[in-house]
């Protein structure tokens, strides 16, 4: 029988046609293949023993129920109270709860014995992002042994922070279950690398992977991108303007989910300092969207407040009756406008503090007229900066750098901005969308698959079968 491919992630695709970048491409490559896409249930329920059809066409969507407490715990708990601020470099907002952990577990082990109640012989597993880091341990104590995949799309956390978990170790031995773990940046690799040179329990073999007991795994970078001409695509469409009679002079974008990891206030002070320097016969907007997300935490309703007020200072203070300085747009917008947006904006500020890629940047870049682009102002510390030197880079932390990148950018020569911005793009396309699942797929089918061993054989604890290996350089990118 054909190997099939069972992609699991938080989020199963809604129905109709996919949009979004990786949504698509992760449709195309089940749908070239066969297989299943495996998702969490978007309502809550009573936990099941067996998966809920959601779609057949053109492959098959199971998902599964979280309960209240699981949802409470597990979700919001520890993938996004603990996790979430540990790869981002916020420990201070880690919030321990030994209920969180102990959810966080159950619900994977849960969901592996469903999928490997189905699984068959050939199947290649594609699990994605930092709800499901223990999956693969769980799988292969149930006697999988197929070849999976991680694909980590957030940073990955330092040794440092790994030391805030409740038990750092598992972090190593979770990760090592995978015949092949996907980082975002030849950062994240190093930083993986780190964490595994400094466990007694891992060895380097000569063909750069990773020997932890009897598992072994290959890490290596596969930077995400975007589907680069449907977005070119859907920016030049021709379309009424959005802003009406209130077309500003000129504007910067800001395109976020209102996190704490993306800068917001810093932009926001930064773009308050610019007006600061402005002449009186220049009106440039900020335009901030920022649609909500998980509004449940603490952490992220004190982001929301701090941003309305921040606003609401600035707009009180610069404001003309003709003019208002930032429009925050606190919900989200459709692609296409948001394309359209991009490619008439003189500048995009991306500030995040932490990002493991982020798209946006490279959405503002494949937007762009290339005769007349605009700028891109980066923070040095997303993941998108590793491949995009030639845009501003920032440091997110320094409000006045940014105020100046931001005055550069809207004065800068037609000649330097379409040099910034060719070089940009060909990154950009470099890193398509469809090259990514290619090449991460072309790599995981190159690994050897696990092998079982004698229950108990394994360092690393004993308890988890494991293999015989992985291949490729591991600190080299896909």
């Not at 006697?143 to 922070?161: E, K, M, Q, Y």
């Not at 780190?194 to 598992?215: C, H, I, Q, W």
């Not at 995400?224 to 920016?235: E, N, S």
């Not at 290339?370 to 880079?393: C, H, N, R, T």
Request: glycine share 8%; aromatic share 8%.
């Amino acid at each position: 029988m054909p190997e099939r491919l069972i992609v699991v992630s938080n989020r199963l695709p809604g129905g109709g046609k996919p949009s979004g970048g990786l949504v698509v491409a992760l449709h195309d490559a089940i749908a070239d293949r066969g297989g299943i896409w495996i998702g969490a249930h978007p309502e809550t329920g009573e936990a099941s023993d067996t998966f809920e059809e959601v779609e057949t066409t053109p492959y098959r969507k199971l998902a599964f129920r979280l309960t209240e407490e699981e949802q409470e715990n597990y979700y919001l708990g520890f993938a996004n109270s603990v996790l979430w601020p540990l790869c981002h470099r916020r420990g201070d907002l880690v919030d321990l709860q030994s209920e969180y952990e102990r959810d966080y577990i159950a619900v994977n082990r849960r969901l592996a014995r469903l999928i490997a109640d189905m699984v068959e012989e050939e199947d290649i597993l594609w699990i994605h992002d930092y709800h499901f880091l223990p999956l693969a341990y769980e799988l292969r104590k149930l006697g999988v042994f197929n070849r999976i995949g991680f694909f980590l799309h957030i940073p990955f956390p330092s040794l440092a922070d790994l030391s805030v978990l409740p038990t750092p170790a598992s972090f190593a031995e979770w990760l090592a279950s995978y015949n092949l773990l996907g980082l975002q940046t030849r950062r994240d690799v190093a930083r993986c690398l780190e964490m595994y040179r400094s466990d007694p329990r891992a060895e380097f073999l000569p063909d750069g992977t990773v020997k932890f007991g009897m598992n072994v795994v290959s890490v290596r970078s596969f930077p995400i991108g975007i589907d680069v001409a449907d977005f070119a695509r859907a920016a030049a469409e021709p379309a009424p303007s959005p802003f009406g009679r209130e077309e500003p002079d000129e504007y910067v974008i800001g395109v976020d989910r209102l996190d704490y990891s993306k800068g917001l206030p810093n932009r926001f002070h930064a773009f308050g300092e610019f007006l600061e320097t402005c002449p009186d016969t220049r009106r440039p907007c900020l335009i901030q969207i920022a649609p909500p997300t998980r509004e449940q935490v603490k952490a992220y309703q004190d982001i929301t407040r701090e941003l309305e007020e921040i606003a609401g200072r600035l707009n009180g203070r610069f404001a003309a009756l003709d003019w208002t300085p930032i429009r925050y747009i606190h919900r989200a917008v459709e692609r296409e406008e948001l394309a359209r947006l991009h490619r008439n904006a003189k500048a995009c500020l991306v500030t995040s503090l932490a990002d493991g890629m982020n798209l946006v940047a490279k959405e503002f870049v494949a937007a762009q007229d290339p005769d007349d682009p605009g700028v891109l102002i980066l923070s040095k510390f997303a993941g998108a900066a590793e491949d995009m030197g030639q845009a501003l880079l920032v440091n997110p932390y320094n409000t006045s750098e940014i105020a100046e990148a931001i005055e550069t950018a809207l004065d800068m020569s037609l000649e330097e901005r379409r040099r910034r911005h060719a070089a940009c793009l060909e990154a950009v396309e470099a890193s398509d969308v469809s090259l990514w699942s290619s090449h991460f797929l072309g790599m995981l089918e190159r690994c050897m698959p696990t092998l079982p061993v004698r229950r108990g054989a394994a360092g690393g604890g004993g308890e988890a079968p494991g293999g015989t290996g992985g291949s490729g350089m591991m600190a080299d990118r896909a």
